[in-house]
């Protein structure tokens, strides 16, 4: 059974730092890209960052482009979200996502992804 788990949410001052894990079992994550995607109450589910099977072949949406780093380990099946100068506005659940790589990276789309974690809570405030 595919199953992604998000871990590492939580509540952080402005400026703070947070890193998220998205842990894989019952496949191998190497051949699938990852999408670290976030939704706050009343608002659509956004792209945050995206990676696919290079690890160098990332994406980011503006809004955390120098703030956010995606990274993968294939060795623990994991991908991760390091985000630093966090913001109140970065306030959402986080979910990641996985869907089949076939070699390319697509812009961070939600409808393009087949598998989903159940979210981990960021929240953003003094």
């Known amino acids: 059974q595919l199953q992604l788990v998000e871990s590492g949410g939580g509540l952080v001052q402005p400026g703070g730092s947070l890193r998220l894990s998205c842990a894989a079992s019952?496949?191998?994550?190497?051949?699938?890209?990852i999408g670290w995607f976030r939704q706050a109450p009343g608002k659509e589910r956004e792209g945050v960052a995206c990676?696919?099977?290079?690890?160098?072949?990332?994406l980011y949406t503006d809004s955390v482009k120098g703030r956010f780093t995606i990274s993968r380990d294939n060795a623990k099946n994991t991908v991760y979200l390091q985000m630093n100068g966090l913001k109140p506005e970065d306030t959402a659940v986080y979910y990641c996502?996985?869907?089949?790589?076939?070699?390319?990276?697509?812009?961070?789309?939600?409808?393009?992804?087949?598998?989903w974690g159940q979210g981990t809570q960021v929240t953003v405030s003094s």
């Open positions: 990676i696919g099977t290079r690890p160098t072949n990332t």
């Open positions: 019952g496949f191998t994550l190497d051949y699938y890209n």
């Open positions: 996502a996985a869907t089949y790589g076939y070699g390319i990276l697509r812009p961070c789309r939600a409808t393009d992804y087949d598998y």
